[in-house]
């Protein structure tokens, strides 16, 4: 099964979360396709069916800015038939009550548009590097499993 991972990332604590998500997911037999957000047309998405998609929260509980083009287009996608799991990045001494707003909002954006949602949110605090063999990890093992269902 292809999983495409389309992901925004300012100074690569995103980036290092989903190529980590990938890495497992190719052990177990995935092919995956790792996307920066920015540089990637629509068709991507209306082209494939199983995603995940990952952000980080910026300004005040918005989008990190390199997603907000995919973002408008998706909008004007019908995703009925297609699957997304979600992993966020943000950080509570930003903004408390806005934790990793920016996934959410993609989230329920692809509800909205008909999209079924894989597993449950991953949300990271802070740094993830040390939070790459435990905490996602375990996610991963766990959207592999619903993955393939
Ligand atoms: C100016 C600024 C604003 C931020 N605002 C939020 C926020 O509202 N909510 C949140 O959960 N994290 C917030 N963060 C934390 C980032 O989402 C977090 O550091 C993330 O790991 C950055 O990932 P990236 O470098 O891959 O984009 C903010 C960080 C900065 C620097």
């Known amino acids: ?23 497992v997911l190719s052990t177990k037999g ?10 990637t047309p629509i068709e991507a998405v209306k082209n494939n069916d199983n995603f995940i998609f990952g952000t980080s ?7 990190n800015p390199f997603f907000l083009k995919l973002y408008e287009q998706l909008n004007l996608l019908d995703c009925h038939h297609k699957k997304a799991a979600f992993a966020g990045l943000g950080d509570r001494r930003y903004e408390p009550v ?3 707003e920016g996934i959410e909002k993609i989230r329920k954006l692809w509800l909205k548009k008909g999209g079924k949602e894989i597993g449950s949110v991953l ?18 093992n766990k959207i592999a499993e619903k993955m393939k269902g």
């Open 98 to 100: 806005l934790f990793c």
């Open 57 to 63: 929260t910026w300004q005040h509980g918005q989008l």
């Open 123 to 140: 949300r990271i605090e802070g740094e993830p590097y040390n939070q790459l063999d435990s905490i996602v990890l375990d996610w991963v």
């Open 1 to 23: 099964m292809d999983i495409n991972l389309i992901y925004a990332s300012t100074s690569g604590n995103v980036e290092i979360v989903m190529e980590s998500i990938a890495k």
């Open 30 to 39: 995935f092919r995956t396709f790792l996307f920066r957000a920015e540089r």
